[in-house]
């Protein structure tokens, strides 16, 4: 059966790290508060000359010689962020020409922290319905440019990143065995930007009140997130006529380590099957599943037929998972 896989990964961190005592001067909190709230020590913030498209530049750069694949190769570059370098044009199309990657169409995808998985599912249908070959997912965000650092309620939480892949396609039982994707726009409130759109475009009042921050109804997402990730386990393994205990490895949006920790526990994985580098990153949004998948290829945690659940949550509300059976 024909299906889409993973040749290449890699990632890319600004080397600028903000640690619990940094933000313990930033607003009222604590190191102890913010570890065992949410497992987070450090985050790496970009330096003001770094945009998404640079992070997403050096991730894609990395993917690509780890799958041997030449920018010219690409019939695709897909970037999934929240953070694009400017609203228009796309940060796929800077990427694009940066790589000379000359054949490939290019475009962003705005699922917020779900957008890696959105995209690799709109990958795996182009590779698999098209004559398309080789196409490469970016997840990046520089969160440190939208979030409020008066904010304790979010500043604490978020870091800067980028992950990528390199999707062709192979004949066999490895790749991609299934993807699930879905949203609840009823939740659309509880996590947002609301200015620098259409609705309220930037203005000295927006500026003013803050509204080019996120904002976040936290509790609200967490709950949100621990109820949904095991619908969505189910439901990619259902598609692939496989169950919970033949997952090796989760790999989740790095949201909050607790979160990960109720999910597994609800879905009954074991937690050295759970891959975690949410203390070292903070939440990078689209960057941080491509990210800890990434890290762990760099660190040969998986082996060749390890079956990997991949999945993401976040603004939207929108939620996914992908199947992967690891072919390298
Ligand atoms: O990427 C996907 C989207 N985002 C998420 O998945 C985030 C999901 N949510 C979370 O991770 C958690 O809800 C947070 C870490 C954001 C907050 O943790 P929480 O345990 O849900 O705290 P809370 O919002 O219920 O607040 C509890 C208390 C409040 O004080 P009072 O009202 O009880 O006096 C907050 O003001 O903790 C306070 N608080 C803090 N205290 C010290 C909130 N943030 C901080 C802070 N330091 N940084």
Redesign the pocket.
Known sequence: MLRACILGTGFAVPDSVLSNSDLEKM????DD??LS??GISFRRIADQKTAASDLAYLAACSALENAGIKPQQLDMIIVATMTPDMPMPATACLLQHRLNASKAAAFDLNAA?TGFIYSLAVAEHFLLSSHYKYILVVGADVLSRVVDYTD??TC??FGDGAGAVVLGKDDGEHGILATYLAADGEGSDL?KIPAGGSRYPASAETVARRMHYIQ?Q??E??KF?VRIIPQCAERVLERAGLGIEDVDYLLL?Q??IR?IQAAAKKMNIPWENVLVNIDNYG?I?AGSIPLILAEAVSENRFKKGDLLLLIG???GLTMGAALVRWSR
């Open positions: 607003v009222d909190t604590s508060w913010i709230r949410t922290c304790r309620n604490v939480i996590l976040m936290g509790s997402i967490f997130a949006h949201a909050n979160i939440n949004s949550f976040g603004a």
